[in-house]
């Protein structure tokens, strides 16, 4: 069975370029656009660099969870990529407080000492050798 094909209106194709056009300047006005010109295309987390279309994978986290606090100078935003942006709000879920500080939720040190025997290693190369004369 075919279907209708649809006959364009040039009236309701002004319209919806009007609704886009307005779309497209109330997303200007938005936090997240704000922040995209304040801060450098680089998540605060990972360090990775986002342009052209990977763009929208950079997301804008606000420190302190509150997404009604904009402050006009992006203090309460940080760009963070959807992976980083994902652990930081999940780490608040595990911990069971999600209104918690980001300092309560610090990982705890590290137990692995990569250069703990260093010294001993060195100690080791400065004796001297069985039955070398001085």
Do not use: Q
Not at 53 to 71: F, G, I
Not at 91 to 104: I, P, Q, T, V
Request: overall charge positive; hydrophobic content about 30%; proline content about 5%.
């Amino acid at each position: 069975m075919k279907r209708a094909s649809k006959k364009s209106n040039p009236a309701e194709g002004m319209r919806r370029i009007a609704e886009l056009r307005e779309e497209h300047a109330r997303r200007m006005r938005g936090y997240r656009e704000r922040a995209l010109r304040i801060y450098p295309h680089v998540c605060a987390r990972c360090g990775r660099a986002f342009e052209g279309k990977r763009l929208k994978e950079l997301t804008v986290h606000h420190k302190d969870h509150n997404h009604d606090n904009n402050p006009a100078d992006g203090s309460n935003w940080e760009l963070l990529c959807i992976y980083c942006h994902d652990f930081e709000h999940e780490k608040f879920k595990l911990a069971g407080h999600y209104e918690a500080r980001a300092e309560d939720t610090s990982p705890s040190p590290s137990i692995f000492r990569p250069f703990e025997n260093l010294d001993a290693l060195r100690s080791f190369e400065k004796k001297p050798k069985e039955g070398a004369d001085d």
